[in-house]
T-cell receptor, first 115, second 112 residues
Framework: NAGVTQTPKFQVLKTGQSMTLQCAQDMNHNSMYWYRQDPGMGLRLIYYSASEGTTDKGEVPNGYNVSRLNKREFSLRLESAAPSQTSVYFC??????????????FGPGTRLTVL | RKEVEQDPGPFNVPEGATVAFNCTYSNSASQSFFWYRQDCRKEPKLLMSVYSSGNEDGRFTAQLNRASQYISLLIRDSKLSDSATYLCVVNIASGGSYIPTFGRGTSLIVHP
């Protein structure tokens, strides 16, 4: 099993450009998450999907949109990139629903720079 | 006030030392608690879950104090390979799912 995969690993954008970060998991998990991590700020939740067909805002959703394409895939879109969105983006998944099912498994991250 | 707070450190300790980290949380409705380890420029990985009764995994011991709303991580006999950032995670039940909130992490440096 590959676990959680993310593409691309690195990306450089110019201000105003758009792009989609892809995430897929092969663990049959129900819940999926997108985080950003900035130096000294820890992991901050952007959006999450508790189950296929649902998405909800996290702590820092402004400037982002998400799509839960199916149970495996959860994408994050930047419609008009800004330098403040320069960060490392992590996708994660968990079984969900139960206390025991909240353990999250992370992808390797996407390092995004917006010039 | 941030919902989950950790001392960022760094904690700089010699090999063989015992070191402890605390993590405080503000939401009394928090349901489950975890410690993750993150190596430089890598993804976080689960270290251990935290239960009220306390749990131990080799050199690592985690404890939860609901009354005072904090969790702790104790590392005994520190190894060079323990050098990393340790993240605490608090999950709050909401609408049938669990919303995770991460602390900013505590940096540990173990030196020879």
């Amino acid at each position: 099993n590959a676990g959680v995969t993310q593409t691309p690993k690195f990306q450089v954008l110019k201000t105003g450009q758009s792009m989609t970060l892809q995430c897929a998991q092969d663990m049959n998990h129900n819940s999926m998450y997108w985080y950003r991590q900035d130096p000294g700020m820890g992991l901050r939740l952007i959006y999450y999907s508790a189950s296929e067909g649902t998405t909800d805002k996290g702590e820092v959703p402004n400037g982002y949109n998400v799509s839960r394409l199916n149970k495996r895939e959860f994408s994050l879109r930047l419609e008009s990139a800004a330098p403040s969105q320069t960060s490392v983006y992590f996708c994660a998944s968990s079984k969900g629903y139960t206390v025991e099912g909240v353990t999250q498994y992370f992808g390797p991250g996407t390092r995004l720079t917006v010039l | 006030r941030k919902e989950v707070e950790q001392d960022p450190g760094p904690f700089n300790v010699p090999e063989g030392a015992t070191v402890a980290f605390n993590c405080t949380y503000s939401n009394s409705a928090s349901q489950s608690f975890f410690w993750y380890r993150q190596d430089c420029r890598k993804e976080p990985k689960l270290l251990m879950s935290v239960y009220s009764s306390g749990n131990e995994d080799g050199r690592f011991t985690a404890q939860l104090n609901r009354a005072s709303q904090y969790i702790s991580l104790l590392i005994r006999d520190s190894k060079l390979s323990d050098s990393a950032t340790y993240l605490c995670v608090v999950n709050i039940a909401s609408g049938g799912s669990y919303i995770p909130t991460f602390g900013r992490g505590t940096s540990l440096i173990v030196h020879p």
